[in-house]
């Protein structure tokens, strides 16, 4: 069993909400977390709403929630019963306890609107993300592959590569074939599956909706964005943002496109080992997206993550912002790493004082004033 470091964060968030949103995508390990928490909870009782017996015990939802306030109510799948939000208002207006409610749900808090409108100051939300480094406590070795796999569980802990690689697949297969249309998303799997694949192919960069769908076939530019916004909002897919500093420069205002779980993106790509993996034009992005992942489940919640590039080439992979604290994040795929002239420029345009290259090394060492090369397992020990 692998211990998430997200429980703490849900025990603590349930002894102060009445309700706690997990977020996350489908076999991430929310139901595994939720039934830990749950059995801390004397009483505690679980129903998954893909099941249409426990959608027909909610029914009447005012009924049974009032029914069962001496309990905690862990409801996996809210995504399936929106109406639900209209009925748990009340409820928690009527007693505010905290700890009542752990909803599970296999979307972003923008799909889960109803949540966002019905339970706004009521709800607490966190989000599960696949496995990363600080969960494992990998070596270099076994960080290949995770790096390779992903951090799904069951893609993480199969036991050979071929078997995880057949896991990614029927996991991409499912998610559009049947995932997507049980949340209401009537979009053609096999397009979706597409331009997925060509936003694999893009890992990393600026994407133009036109041009994708006009290799999509003539897709409209509102339609691409439409399912991109789908795949963003089921956590396939993360836009960086640009950080726009009022500086007078002449600044990239696009976001930049990442597929979110690298095991995921090599599936896509039919990159079924480390070697496949290592001999491919898509490594140094796929090493980039990796690493924006695992720094941004392990920052705090009000932290802020983009990206800087100038017009002349200035640029800095991320930038992270914590209350008053900026920090620069350069990634490179390279024993010996060497940031271009941009980087150096970049951190002179934004007067940053701490900078780190994150890359495969052993240890972090020294390489230049206020800028240090700092190995991937060490990057969460920056915002501890």
Do not use: C
């Not at 995880?164 to 397009?191: H, K, N, V, Y």
């Not at 993106?265 to 924006?292: C, N």
């Not at 052993?362 to 700092?374: D, F, I, N």
């Amino acid at each position: 069993m692998i211990s998430r470091g997200l429980q703490d964060q849900v025990l603590q968030r349930l002894r102060q909400a009445p309700a706690v949103v997990l977020l996350g995508p489908r076999q991430v390990g929310k139901t595994t977390l939720a039934r830990e928490i749950a059995a801390r909870y004397p009483g505690a009782l679980l129903l998954d709403l893909e099941r249409e017996s426990d959608r027909a015990a909610l029914g009447r939802p005012e009924l049974f929630l009032a029914a069962h306030r001496d309990r905690l109510l862990v409801l996996d799948e809210v995504q399936h019963l929106p109406h639900l939000f209209e009925a748990l208002r009340p409820e928690i207006d009527a007693d505010r306890r905290p700890g009542r409610f752990l909803l599970l749900g296999s979307a972003s808090r923008d799909l889960l609107r109803q949540s966002g409108e019905s339970l706004a100051g009521r709800v607490s939300y966190l989000e599960l993300t696949p496995l990363v480094v600080a969960e494992l406590k990998l070596d270099l070795a076994a960080l290949q592959s995770l790096w390779l796999r992903g951090g799904f569980p069951m893609s993480w802990l199969a036991p050979d590569d071929e078997a995880s690689f057949t896991w990614r697949q029927d996991f991409i297969r499912t998610f559009l074939q049947r995932d997507l249309p049980g949340m209401g998303l009537r979009i053609p799997a096999e397009t979706l599956r597409r331009l997925w694949q060509m936003l694999a192919h893009l890992q990393g960069q600026m994407v133009n909706a036109s041009q994708l769908g006009q290799s999509l076939g003539g897709v409209s530019h509102s339609t691409v964005t439409r399912y991109l916004d789908v795949l963003v909002d089921t956590l396939m897919v993360r836009r960086l943002p640009p950080f726009l500093p009022n500086l007078g420069k002449r600044l990239v205002k696009s976001p930049k496109v990442y597929l979110r779980d690298s095991g995921l993106l090599h599936a896509l790509l039919g990159l079924a080992t480390v070697r496949d993996l290592q001999g491919h034009v898509v490594a140094g992005a796929s090493w980039e997206g990796f690493v924006v992942e695992q720094l941004a489940a392990q920052l705090p919640a009000d932290a802020q993550l983009s990206f800087y590039r100038t017009a002349v080439g200035a640029e800095i992979d991320l930038i992270v912002e914590h209350r008053a604290r900026t920090v620069a994040v350069e990634v490179k795929f390279s024993s010996a790493p060497k940031p271009a002239r941009g980087f150096w420029q970049a951190l002179r345009d934004l007067r940053i004082e701490q900078a780190y290259v994150v890359a495969p090394v052993a240890r972090r060492y020294p390489l230049a004033e206020g800028v240090e090369v700092l190995p991937l397992q060490e990057l969460g020990a920056l915002w501890a």
